[in-house]
C-alpha cells in the first residue's frame, strides 16, 4: 500500500491501517442509514418520502457491504455504534422536524464530510486494496448524489444554514476521528 512497501519505525502497518478504514466506514455507513431513518420517520409520508427512502436503500447496501468487510477480514467494529445508533437517529429526526430544508441540509453537510473522507482514503489504497478502492469510489459517487440531491431541494434555503452545516460537518469530522480508533 506504501509506496515503497517499506514499513518505518513508527509507521502504522498497512493492515493496520486497512483495518481503521474498514471499521470507520462501516461505521459511517451505519450513522447514515440511522440519520435517515430519523428523517424518514418525519418526513417519510411527505412529498420527500420517496426521495429519502431512495437515499436510504442505498446506504442499506453501502452498510452491508461494509458490516460484510467486518466480518470477513475480521476487523473490530468501533465501540461506538450504540452512541451512532442513538445520535445518527436524533440528527436526522431534529432536522427533519425543521424542516424538509434543513433535513436536506443536513444531507449536504455530511455527504461533503463523506466525499472528503473517502477521497483520502482512496488515495492511500494501491493495488493490492484495488477491490476495496473501488467499493469506497462506487459508494462515493452516491454519497456525492446524495449531496446534489440535497442542493436540488433547497438545502441552501434552510434557515442557518452555513452555520447548521458548518456544525453538522465538524461533527462527522470528529466522529470520524473518533470511529477510527475506537
Ligand atoms: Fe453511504
Ligand atoms: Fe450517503
Redesign the pocket.
Known sequence: MTKTGMILPGDVSDAARVERFIRVDHA??YG?KRIYQGQLAVLGRGPKGDILRHMQA??EV?LRTFSELVARRRVRPTMLLPLWHVAGYALGAVTAAMGTRAAMACTVAVEEA?DEHYSAQSAQLGEDESELRDTIET?RA??LEHRDIGLENEAELAPGYRVMAAVIKAGCKVAIAVSERV
Open positions: 459511517g455507513e447514515a442505498q446506504e453501502h463523506i459508494f452516491e454519497e
